[in-house]
């Protein structure tokens, strides 16, 4: 493995060579077996993660690490000097731990780690404030503590939803007061995510929010029920059933709108701007299905990479597990989160390996090749990618998959006696008006699709060469993202400008 060397590009080479491993289960009985394996491992990791003493993750750290620099092929020192000087920290015994709180630590090791040949030039004090800027936003905790690497304040609101959960909406603050023109912008996540990815980017430029703000529009930024922000409910305990019983049905018919409403009423505005990823677009697009008057509340609906109905994934073992019955699925991951070790593996693995095995994880699964987001930027990114989620909710999509329709969770055991409502997104009424940006290597996003469930699409950017996940974490987005964004944003913004 160590020897398939790739010029120029070694940092993204996957641990193992994918072909090999999508040939060896072509078949289905196969993909079936592995699937349950996947499962049944996810099920006793997620059990053994509270079992743990801290001396043994920070043993197996290392013991990570070793194994990454038996099986990589990057090299201790490559030409980025921002990478080397981030791993040779990291490869130091006093690591991580310290990392956290001890900012001054840093200090002291900064001059052995840049020694060059006498003279500390500017460009070396960026590249020292580069990395401490990293590692700062990746073991950042909060969001607050994200938005303070780059002097943005933020407050929290907490909404109730008609159902009872309790969900937080972070408020970005201008810098300069009375900047703001009031005009809102609600910003939703997507699949088990949570609002933490709009601002992981370590140029500042790059988060939307921040671009978005600066420009005067007052943004909020949502959390789904159930995700590290919006972890609460009024009578049901976090650890039952209840509480996870949630599927983007719920999404769609309280927390979008009450979001929304709640916001309304706080800024005394009577229209939002809806800015959504992903999945945030599906549940946009679901909640104006199911609450019509919702339309009328939505000014500008700009989708980012959205997912409405993604045609089957072309791994064989996925398409095995999407097709395992939802009751399958509830036996072997329980009623309630999904992929609760995620936790577990970041913060035990040895980050650049933890960071080949995201990337590894979205070729096996979406064949994405994940070139567009700047190396070092994924050990922020990838930090921040993870937050909990119901079960329910991915077994509404391996639904929607299955059934190739933007349809309610079936809860129904056989679906040929009862029709499940499916959502009716054509763009007929209301005034919304609605731009799509979407990378045209992304595997998720079916445009033709999404054409004809719409209707009208004011606008529609193709960005070419791009994934999912670039349009939020790519180094082009302040080039080709934001500025169209912003640019629709305008009052009156006249898209069908000839540019
Ligand atoms: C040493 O300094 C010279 C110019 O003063 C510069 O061109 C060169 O890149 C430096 N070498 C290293 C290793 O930084
Ligand atoms: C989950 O919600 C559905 C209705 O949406 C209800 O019929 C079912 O009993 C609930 N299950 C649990 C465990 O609360
Ligand atoms: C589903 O419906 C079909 C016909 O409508 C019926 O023959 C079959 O027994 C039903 N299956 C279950 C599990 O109810």
């Keep these: ?190 699949l088990l995510m949570s609002s933490e990815i709009w601002v992981t980017m370590y140029k500042e430029r790059l988060n939307l929010p921040f671009v978005l703000t600066d420009l005067g529009f007052d943004v909020w930024l949502g959390n789904n029920r159930g995700n590290k922000y919006s972890c609460r409910h009024l009578t049901r305990p976090i650890d039952s059933e209840q509480f996870w019983n949630f599927s983007i049905d719920e999404y769609s018919m309280f927390d979008i709108p009450d979001s929304i409403d709640y916001i309304l009423k706080q800024t005394g505005q009577t229209q939002v701007n809806y800015v959504g990823f992903s999945q945030g677009c599906t549940q946009g697009l679901a909640a104006t299905s199911l609450n019509r008057d919702l339309n009328d509340k939505i000014d500008k609906m700009i989708l980012i990479s959205p997912a409405t109905t993604p045609h089957g994934l072309s791994n064989p073992l996925i398409n095995s597990i999407i097709n395992l019955s939802p009751e399958f699925m509830f036996l072997l991951f329980g009623k309630k989160i999904i992929l609760k070790s995620a936790y577990f593996w970041r913060d035990i693995i040895y980050p650049p390996l933890f960071i080949k095995v995201i990337d590894w994880a979205d070729q096996i699964l979406f064949n994405w ?69 979407f990378g045209t290597s992304d595997s998720l996003v079916d445009i033709q699709l999404l054409q004809k469930q719409l209707g009208t699409i004011e606008q529609i950017v193709p960005i070419e060469n791009h994934e999912h996940l670039d349009l939020v974490w790519g180094t082009s987005v302040d080039t080709k993202i934001a500025p169209p964004i912003c640019e629709f944003l305008k009052p009156g913004g006249a898209p069908d400008k000839d540019k």
């Design 369 to 437: 090749k994940s070139e567009n987001i700047n190396y070092m930027q994924k050990f922020v990114s990838y930090y921040h990618l993870y937050s909990t989620t119901s079960v329910k909710s991915a077994v509404h999509w391996f639904q929607i998959i299955k059934s190739k329709r933007f349809q309610m969770y079936d809860a129904n055991k056989n679906s040929s006696d009862f029709q499940t409502f499916q959502f009716p997104i054509e763009n007929g009424e209301g005034s919304r008006r609605i731009m799509v940006l």
């Design 1 to 190: 493995m160590n020897n398939a060397k790739h010029q120029g590009s070694s940092l993204y080479t996957p641990i193992v060579p994918c072909s090999h491993l999508n040939m060896s289960i072509s078949n289905g009985m196969m993909s079936g077996f592995l699937a349950t394996v996947v499962v049944v491992l996810e099920s006793f990791i997620s059990f053994v993660t509270f079992l743990l003493p801290k001396w043994l993750i920070r043993y197996f750290t290392r013991l990570t690490r070793v194994i990454f620099r038996l099986v990589s092929d990057i090299p201790l020192y490559s030409k980025d000097p921002i990478y080397d000087a981030f791993i040779k920290e990291m490869g130091t015994p006093q690591n991580e731990e310290e990392d956290k709180d001890d900012q001054d630590s840093d200090e002291q090791t900064k001059p052995q780690l840049y020694a060059t040949n006498g003279s500390a030039t500017s460009e070396e004090a960026t590249r020292d404030d580069t990395i401490s800027l990293i590692k700062k936003l990746k073991n950042a905790r909060s969001i607050k503590e994200m938005c303070s690497c780059f002097g943005y304040k933020v407050q929290d609101y907490l909404v109730t939803t008609q159902d009872g959960y309790l969900l937080t909406l972070h408020r970005i603050m201008a810098k300069k007061p009375h900047s703001r023109t009031g005009k809102v912008v609600y910003m939703q996540h997507g």
